[in-house]
């Protein structure tokens, strides 16, 4: 079964960094678009960064110059540096993969998720 596991996450003051990673389970070399989505209560779960197999990074305004993502395809991993957090960076951090219609990601997947709390 296609998995997809969330790790780094956890509390931090302000200011402070954190790095979060994916690990999946089958090979990423035929994944166009990953991303790392956020989810606060009460909120729908929303794109924070976004990277495609050529390398293109899309992030969310809130998180430009803070965060990169960056990807592995070697390793089968995702990363999300995450640099000068704030707390309104607070959220479950969820690992996405986009459908790619054939293969083991035909239809995406998603991970289980990472809890960030930034406070002091």
């Known amino acids: 079964q296609k998995q997809l596991v969330e790790s780094g996450g956890g509390l931090v003051q302000p200011g402070g960094s954190l790095r979060l990673s994916c690990a999946a389970s089958?090979?990423?070399?035929?994944?166009?678009?990953m991303g790392w989505y956020r989810q606060v209560p009460g909120k729908e779960r929303e794109l924070v960064a976004q990277?495609?197999?050529?390398?293109?990074?899309n992030y969310v305004d809130s998180v430009k110059g803070r965060f990169t993502i960056s990807r592995d395809n070697a390793k089968n991993a995702l990363y999300l540096q995450m640099n000068s957090l704030r707390p309104e960076d607070t959220g479950a951090y969820f690992c996405h993969v986009d459908p790619t219609g054939w293969g083991a990601w035909k239809f995406g997947s998603w991970g289980e998720g990472t809890q960030v709390t930034v406070s002091s």
């Open positions: 990277i495609k197999s050529d390398g293109l990074t």
């Open positions: 089958e090979t990423l070399y035929a994944v166009h678009i």
